[in-house]
């Protein structure tokens, strides 16, 4: 888990261009949205496609994405669940 | 004053401005499912021509129905558009962006820059001057008539001829699918259970000149405002606020009750619609019926400003206020007054509202006979 | 009237005329830029080239005038011209679905691939509620893009534009020369 977790994390950071950012920087159990990292709507979309091109999970409905993009953590998890690849 | 000498939309409802109002008003559209369409992976419904249609090989499908447009609507004017008081402008998000596919090589690269796709255009029908495009995402269509506007107000040219245009391709589905902003059915503006836009191919054509007397069945495009929310790149403000600000200067000191309409942007993506009650509300506009146009034609992006203002005008011609095609329950919070049925009025003026990607906002005052 | 303006090309940057100092070439040197004179904003590293220009070029430009207070204001246009709209970005997203085997088009490109959102970008930073604008033509011409911009002031609000050329037609190729005009 430890690894998903900060692989995870690099795939955020480049995904994202969260330039200036490590892997070290991010808390994986502090939110992504709003305070915690402050990403936006389109950063919740780019998190979908990177989820579907990396592990092979496609997620219809992006309001469920609220759910899984909690935390670094939380969505660790349901990658480790969910993935196809 | 500005005032409205010809137009033209050609569109899959028909190639004049009278089989467009027509069919709109008998509550067709052009909205369908494509399945596996332009090898897109997801299915997807819009509003589209027949590509097999338009086999001029000179021009690509944009320029075609670009040309076509303006040539119909020059039909019945003496206009000389090889005159250097005869300005062009084009009104397009993405113009013909396809040819960025590799698989496309049936035109020359550079055809893809706005610019020279304009150029083709004036060329064809021998104008001198530079061709101006207003690329304003979504709104683009109603600042290519304030542009217009301005430019007559300014007495440089006789006569601005405005052409909206976009077609749809593989580039722009993929885009919006990836932003989940495309309904999987046919759009529902402003409903409770909407849950995305469609989009469509179009091209539409208003052609401004300026007098200083009007009679009673000239239209007067009046005054139009353009103003940002300055607060996200992709999504609309909370609080409305770039086109409550546009909407306040469009309606000036006109009494609201002498609109017939607003026909507002109403795309049917939950945020939209939302934003756009509460501008129409915050401008102290709530009484006045609303409509969109959105579920006969899908969103025509750098058409719909100009294609909706000419159906607008037609609509108030025949004393008509069209109804909102997939409406059924009001799903907005700020009430608003939308119908799905068409319903009679002998108000002379309309408001056409857009709003779009970058923040930005627009409305556009037009009264037939002018402001008396 | 002109008061102030900002020109920036891969190999210059001229500031009302005079050079400014820095190292690199390129897009490299709009990071520069940033680093430099503004710094404390990282949504500029999700712009496309058009975007981070014009950003870069408005800072630069706002930054002469000083007194940067942020406050909301209606009455200062952001109106843009070039020629290549957004190709970069265009190019760019179209590289995310162009093979069918990785099909994976990506919203943070798409958003970019309307030249307008430039506008948007400084009309956000600085809380901007007036006009935003972009046109396109295809060679650069002082005599249009001035007389457009004179027109823009036939608005009941506008005071002052942020109006120019912000043209960019890949990562390394770009031009920037915009001025500040007020009514």
């Not at chain 2, 061709?131 to 300014?154: D, K, T």
């Not at chain 2, 940002?228 to 600000?245: M, Q, T």
């Not at chain 3, 959102?117 to 893009?145: L, P, W």
């Amino acid at each position: 888990m430890d690894e998903l977790i900060y692989t995870l994390k690099q795939q955020i950071i480049e995904a994202l261009n969260l330039e200036d950012m490590k892997p070290e920087d991010i808390d994986e159990n502090a939110s992504l949205f709003g305070e915690g990292l402050g990403l936006d709507s389109i950063d919740a979309l780019e998190l979908i496609v990177m989820m579907e091109k990396n592990y092979g999970i496609k997620l219809q409905d992006p309001a469920k994405g609220k759910e899984i993009f909690k935390s670094v953590a939380v969505m660790a998890d349901f990658i480790a669940k969910n993935r196809t690849k | 004053m500005i005032v409205c000498v010809a137009h033209n939309i050609i569109s899959p409802l028909g190639s004049t401005s009278a089989e467009n109002y027509a069919a709109v008003k008998s509550g067709m559209s052009a909205l369908k499912k494509y399945d596996g369409l332009w090898g897109l992976p997801e299915p997807f419904v819009a509003s589209l021509l027949d590509r097999n249609a338009y086999k001029d090989e000179r021009y690509t499908i944009d320029e075609q129905i670009v040309i076509a447009s303006i040539s119909k609507a020059l039909e019945n004017t003496n206009i000389d558009t090889k005159s250097s008081k005869v300005l062009f402008i084009l009104s397009t998000t993405k113009g013909n962006v396809f040819l960025l596919d590799k698989n496309e090589n049936g035109y020359p690269q550079d055809r893809v820059r706005l610019g020279m796709m304009a150029r083709e255009v004036t060329k064809h029908f021998g104008n001198p001057n530079e061709p101006i495009v207003v690329s304003n995402a979504c709104i683009s269509g109603v600042c290519a008539q304030i542009e217009a506007m301005r430019y007559l107000e300014s007495g440089e040219y006789n006569y601005v001829i405005v052409c909206g245009v976009d077609v749809q391709s593989a580039f722009i589905v993929s885009g919006f699918q990836s932003f989940k902003a495309l309904s999987p059915d046919e759009c529902k503006p402003f409903d409770a259970h909407r849950c995305g836009l469609n989009l469509g191919d179009a091209a539409a054509t208003i052609i401004y000149t300026k007098k200083d007397k009007v009679n009673d069945n000239e239209w007067v495009a009046c005054r139009g405002a353009i103003r940002n929310d300055a607060n996200h790149i992709s999504g609309p403000s909370r609080v409305g606020e770039g086109s409550f600000r546009a909407l306040r200067i469009a309606l000036g000191d006109l009494n609201p009750e002498k609109l017939a309409f607003i026909n507002a942007h109403g795309t049917a993506t939950p945020y939209n619609d939302e934003m756009e009650s509460i501008a129409i509300e915050r401008a102290g506009l709530a009484g006045v019926p609303v409509n969109s146009l959105k579920g006969y034609y899908g969103h025509t992006m750098g058409a719909a400003g100009v294609l909706e203002t000419i159906i607008s005008m037609q609509a108030v011609n025949d004393h008509n206020i069209l109804g909102t095609r997939g409406f059924e329950t009001l799903g907005v919070t700020h009430p608003l007054d939308v119908s799905n049925q068409n319903r009679a009025t002998e108000k002379r003026a309309f408001i056409k509202l857009l709003s779009g990607f970058g923040g930005c906002n627009a409305a556009l005052l037009m009264a037939k006979g002018g402001l008396k | 009237m002109m008061k102030h303006s900002v020109i920036i090309t891969p190999e210059h940057v001229l500031v009302d005329g005079n050079p400014l100092m820095h190292n690199e070439k390129g897009s490299a040197l709009l990071t520069e830029l940033y680093r430099n004179h503004i710094g404390d904003y990282p949504k500029f590293f999700k712009m496309d080239t058009l975007s981070k220009l014009g950003f870069i070029a408005s800072e630069l430009l706002l930054n002469i005038e000083g007194d940067r207070d942020f406050e909301p204001r209606e009455d200062r246009a952001v109106i843009f011209f070039n020629r290549s709209a957004s190709l970069q970005a265009d190019t760019h997203y179209q590289s995310t679905i162009q093979d069918p085997e990785h099909f994976f088009p990506s919203p943070a490109a798409f958003v970019y691939t309307l030249p307008n959102i430039v506008t948007g970008e400084i009309a956000i930073r600085n809380k901007y509620f007036g006009e935003t604008s972009f046109m396109v033509i295809d060679d650069y011409d002082e005599q249009i893009i001035m007389k457009n911009l004179k027109n823009a002031f036939q608005d009941p609000i506008t005071k002052s534009i942020i109006g120019g050329w912000v043209e960019c037609s890949d990562e390394e190729h770009f031009e920037a020369k915009i001025f500040l005009m007020e009514k």
